[in-house]
């Protein structure tokens, strides 16, 4: 796995110790809040509503132990013990002391962590497949290229003044489980007919008050020149794009603007004029990071385990091994999910012992590698299959062996107004009530696969345009409203969700999920999915019948 | 008189401003070095360049430095203004001003410019500096040298740290190969 | 009635004004009948920016011989996160907290003063 070197060392230290310098001139009154806080927010802390609010950069969403530990003890050291994990793979943490943040940062700095550029009108720490080097689909490992685009993005010199932020998701398989799609650059990395890789570039998607899925500007780009292509759509953003209104300031608009034709000419000019050689990292770079991210040797294991097998009689394990247990590219391994979703809890969240105990299995059974799905999960990415029957033991103690990876109950929701100061309503109670209700297990694999995704307003951090369920909080008259809308998808099958109908109150969301499950399943054929059916039907029968029981 | 900092390499020296920022709608003294806009710049630039002074001109984040690529050789300084600091716009100006059109005077950022941001003025290649936030020449060079590394080529001669892997990879470097690699 | 809040600079807390000083708890809030008083101390505020951070206005309104706010918003940064009854302001747990909590679902109009985005 890859480690940083003695200079990405010195650079986070440089960068820490630049912080520490920032905040004691805040505290002594040297600049004003208003100088301040863009520096805060690039090194990840926020203002919410009971505290500061930390987010902490996860990397390719991957962890080794030693990472994940220290995470679990800055919690309970300087936060309440535990963790919100994100949609963006990030760790928030929501009890924060300005006063303690230099030294946090220190210490997630000694296990080469930190929050840079986690926020603020930049490029933003870059997300991956989760199951990158584990999963059998993909064709090179997409973390090579998110670290060289980590090294590029960091403290750049022209970058770090955007218009708006600036988020780039990658990967590298066939399934695309990042939603590469929503982002403002979407990479999509191929093999071409005659076996050289190349990247397809998407630009311009994104949620938010004007959802856009990105439109591919160039199907072929040669993989060693992706920086320097970088280089000209993030030139031409920033020189092109508007400043004189926040809500059309992402690249999404610009891209609407002119058109993907004239966008990408323009782009295609500036990289015509790019003197690549200075930007492209030289093969040996990509050589050296593609090395630190080979994967261990994994011991040959028989292609099927009687002991899995065996434990399979529990019906509770046989179901935790249809929803979280997924094929590993090497026979006889799989690649294990984590759910944070036990009905009624806080999506996303984990303890600090909860942390601790993932890292105790992580080494005992997954090469010391844990990631983090933006579905607010946590994986297992290399276990071997004799090896789930423990991990389950383990896990199932300790909450975190839910079985429902993409049923109902598997709720993405963002902080929302129990937390976040953007916030029109509040989100995680929604999810709780949802959750609660569907949680007989039986149940919710017997409606099958159903992503409801929720967001505490238009920002969209809980993806609400992309669940087969969309919900939105909306604010009316001081009341927590919230709107429905379907058919949404960030995977392959990419589409924006389609609203509903008019708002309801929070009270009224279970019964009105209840009626659009009992809708879809009257009218699925054989094999379908919720978000098939709603595909096919439209959204007809789902609003009759929601609006129906309503009046 | 208003005084600015200048960096040349390692050094950072405060000097005295010796030219006069002339608005569109104030009339150019009879003498002296003067500083005008773009506007001004393209409808009378061809008189004030051969009235033996020094002239330079002032951009706004919004004007394109391509359109400066005629006069580049005859300007005594560009100003690049910062109308916040948020906007990064004059950045890229910078950039383009020195890699594409092979600027080599002096390049001055005004406006909003604070201390803050000197890392990355100096690396975009602005070489002088008119800070609205009162830093000294020794705070404004501190913090320009923050970072002992930096990821990317830029306008200065900085190496990133990619060639300085490859160089202690290859042993000419310092001499820590045993910190290097995975 | 209005009342003012902000977050305290070092720790983030959220905290009220009583008469020139700021409060961790909002009972001990100053209540303005007039706007100019209250515009007062907001401009007084915000001459301690070493103080608290982002200070603005809010309405309250009495229920039931209690005070509260009207905004739902604000009824949590005074209480702390519905789903965390443990953590927050709301953990102390004395009369007013459970008074708020008992007017927690007659919430009205946004309050939103003057909303900080921060
Ligand atoms: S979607 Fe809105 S409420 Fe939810 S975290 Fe993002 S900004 Fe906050």
């Known amino acids: 796995m890859y480690r940083y070197d003695s200079l990405d060392k010195e650079m986070l230290t440089d960068r820490s110790n630049e912080f520490r310098h920032q905040a004691a001139r805040r505290l002594s009154g040297e600049i004003t809040e208003d100088q301040f806080k863009p520096l805060r927010l690039m090194n990840g802390l926020y203002l919410q509503l009971h505290a500061y609010m930390l987010r902490i950069a996860i990397p390719f969403g991957t962890l080794n132990t030693k990472q994940l530990r220290r995470l679990a003890w800055v919690a309970k050291t300087y936060d309440k013990g535990y963790g919100h994990f994100t949609t963006r793979t990030n760790l928030q943490l929501h009890w924060i002391k300005l006063r303690d943040a230099p030294d946090i940062l220190d210490a997630l700095a000694e296990v080469d962590l930190h929050a840079i550029q986690t926020s603020g009108n930049c490029i933003r720490n870059i997300t991956a497949d989760p199951y990158a080097g584990a999963t059998a689909d993909e064709i090179d490992d997409p973390r090579v290229w998110v670290e060289a685009m980590r090294q590029w993005s960091t403290n750049h010199p022209e970058y770090s003044y955007l218009p708006r932020k600036f988020k780039i998701a990658v990967t590298a398989a066939e399934k695309d489980r990042a939603a590469i799609r929503s982002y403002d650059v979407g990479l999509h990395l191929r093999r071409t007919r005659d076996g050289e890789l190349s990247f397809e570039v998407m630009v311009g998607g994104g949620q938010g008050r004007t959802p856009y899925l990105a439109k591919t500007i160039r199907e072929h780009l040669p993989a060693g020149r992706l920086l320097s292509y970088l280089d000209a759509v993030l030139r031409v953003y920033n020189r092109q794009s508007r400043r004189d209104n926040i809500h059309k300031q992402r690249i999404k608009i610009l891209v609407a603007t002119l058109g993907v034709e004239e966008f990408t000419r323009q782009v295609e000019a500036e990289w015509a004029l790019i003197e690549g050689a200075d930007i492209d990292l030289p093969d040996t770079e990509l050589a050296r990071i593609r090395a630190a991210f080979m994967p261990c040797a994994f011991d040959p294991q028989p292609a099927s385990s009687p002991v899995f097998e065996a434990a399979k009689a529990d019906p509770e394990f046989a179901r935790f091994t249809r929803r979280n247990v997924h094929p590993h590219k090497v026979p006889g391994y799989a690649i294990v999910d984590i759910s944070l979703k036990v009905p009624g809890e806080t999506p996303g969240d984990a303890s600090s012992e909860q942390m601790d105990l993932v890292a105790d299995l992580a080494d005992a059974y997954s090469q010391g590698e844990v990631r983090i799905n933006y579905t607010q999960n946590l994986v297992l990415p290399h276990v071997k299959l004799a090896d789930v029957p423990a991990i389950y033991a383990a896990l199932k103690p300790a909450g975190l062996a839910t079985a429902n990876m993409d049923l109902i109950t598997d709720i993405i929701a963002c902080p929302g107004l129990d937390y976040c100061t953007l916030a029109n309503a509040r989100a995680i109670p929604v999810a709780q009530s949802i959750a609660k209700r569907f949680a007989d297990p039986e149940r919710a694999e017997q409606i099958g696969d159903l992503k409801i995704n929720i967001s505490g307003c238009i920002n969209a951090c809980g993806h609400h345009h992309l669940g087969a369920i969309g919900i939105l909080g909306v604010d009316k008259k001081g009341e927590e409203y919230y709107q429905l809308s379907l058919g949404g998808s960030g995977g392959d099958d990419a589409e924006l969700a389609k609203i509903l109908g008019p708002a309801m109150s929070g009270p009224a969301i279970p019964d009105a999920i209840e009626t659009l499950v009992e809708t879809y399943i009257v009218h699925r054929k054989d094999g379908e999915r919720f978000l098939d059916t709603v595909r096919r039907t439209g959204l007809q029968p789902f609003k009759e019948a929601v609006y129906a029981s309503a009046d | ?182 | 009635m209005k009342m003012l809040t902000a977050n305290s600079l070092t720790t983030g807390e959220v905290v009220f004004w009583d008469h020139g000083q700021w409060s961790v708890r909002f009972a001990d809030g100053e209540r303005f009948e007039a706007d100019e008083a209250a515009d007062a101390a907001l401009a007084l505020a915000e001459t301690q920016p070493k103080i608290a951070v982002a200070a603005y206005l809010i309405d309250v309104e009495d229920n039931d011989g209690h005070w509260v706010p009207i905004a739902f918003r604000e009824r949590l940064r005074a209480l702390g996160p519905s789903n965390t009854p443990q953590h927050g302001k709301q953990a102390d747990g004395d009369a007013d907290v459970e008074a708020f909590q008992a007017s927690h679902s007659s919430a009205r109009s946004t309050g939103r003063v003057k909303l900080i985005k921060r």
């Open chain 2, 1 to 182: 008189m208003p005084q600015l900092i200048k960096i040349e390499g390692e050094r950072a020296s405060t000097v005295d401003d010796l030219f006069t920022f002339v608005a569109d709608e104030d009339a150019v003294p009879a003498a002296g070095d003067v500083i005008v806009t773009l506007a001004r710049l393209s409808s009378e630039g061809d008189a004030l360049l051969s009235s033996g002074r020094r002239v330079g001109v002032r951009l706004q984040p919004s004007d394109a430095v391509e359109d400066l690529a005629y006069d580049l050789g005859a300007l005594a300084v560009i100003e690049l203004a910062f109308a916040k600091f948020r906007d990064g716009r004059p950045y890229s100006s910078a950039r383009v001003l020195r890699g594409r059109l092979n600027y080599q005077g002096e390049l001055r950022a005004v406006g909003d410019v604070l201390r803050e941001q000197a890392l990355h003025m100096v690396r975009c290649g602005f070489n002088a500096f008119e800070p609205a936030d009162g830093s000294t020449a020794e705070q404004w060079l501190a913090a320009a040298h923050r970072y002992r590394h930096v990821y990317q080529r830029a306008a200065d001669d900085r190496e990133p740290v990619f060639v300085e892997r490859a160089q202690i990879a290859s042993g000419l470097g310092h001499n820590r190969p045993d910190e290097v690699g995975v």
